[in-house]
C-alpha cells in the first residue's frame, strides 16, 4: 500500500505563494509519475500539474500555467507543487495522486493509482 501525504496548505492573500508537498511513503516503485489536482465545493476535482518520474515530462492545467510550478525529489519520493501570483479561484482542497509506471492520461482521474487526502488552500481577495 501507498501513503500519499499533503501539507503546505493554509490561508494566504491574492497575489501570494505558496508551497505543497506531497511525500510518498509505504510501498515503492522503480517508476511512478505524480500529479496535482484540486477540488472547490459543488465542482468537479480539476487537473493542476502532473510530472513524470525523470521530469522530462511536465503538465500543467490552462487555468494555473504561468503561475505554478510542479517539481519533485525522487530521494525524497516526495513531489511539489509551487504557487505564485495565487488568486481567489485558486481555493480548493488539493489532492497529490500518484501513478504508477509511465506518466499517462495526465490530466484524468482515473488514470492515478493512489491518492492523499488533500489540503485545503484558501486565498482571500
Known amino acids: 500500500q501507498v501513503q500519499l501525504v499533503e501539507s503546505g496548505g493554509g490561508l494566504v492573500q491574492a497575489g501570494g505563494s505558496l508551497r505543497l508537498s506531497c511525500a510518498a511513503s509505504?510501498?515503492?516503485?522503480?517508476?511512478?509519475?505524480m500529479g496535482w489536482f484540486r477540488q472547490a465545493p459543488g465542482k468537479e476535482r480539476e487537473f493542476v500539474a502532473a510530472?513524470?518520474?525523470?521530469?522530462?515530462?511536465?503538465y500543467y492545467g490552462d487555468s494555473v500555467k504561468g503561475r505554478f510550478t510542479i517539481s519533485r525529489d525522487n530521494a525524497k519520493n516526495t513531489v511539489y507543487v509551487q504557487m505564485n501570483s495565487l488568486k481567489p479561484e485558486d481555493t480548493a482542497v488539493y489532492y497529490c495522486?500518484?501513478?504508477?509506471?509511465?506518466?499517462?492520461?495526465?490530466?484524468?482521474?482515473?488514470?492515478?493509482?493512489?491518492w492523499g487526502q488533500g489540503t485545503q488552500v484558501t486565498v482571500s481577495s
Open positions: 510530472v513524470s518520474w525523470s521530469s522530462g515530462r511536465i
Open positions: 495522486a500518484l501513478q504508477v509506471g509511465r506518466l499517462l492520461s495526465f490530466s484524468q482521474t482515473n488514470a492515478y493509482d493512489y
Open positions: 509505504g510501498r515503492t516503485f522503480s517508476n511512478y509519475a
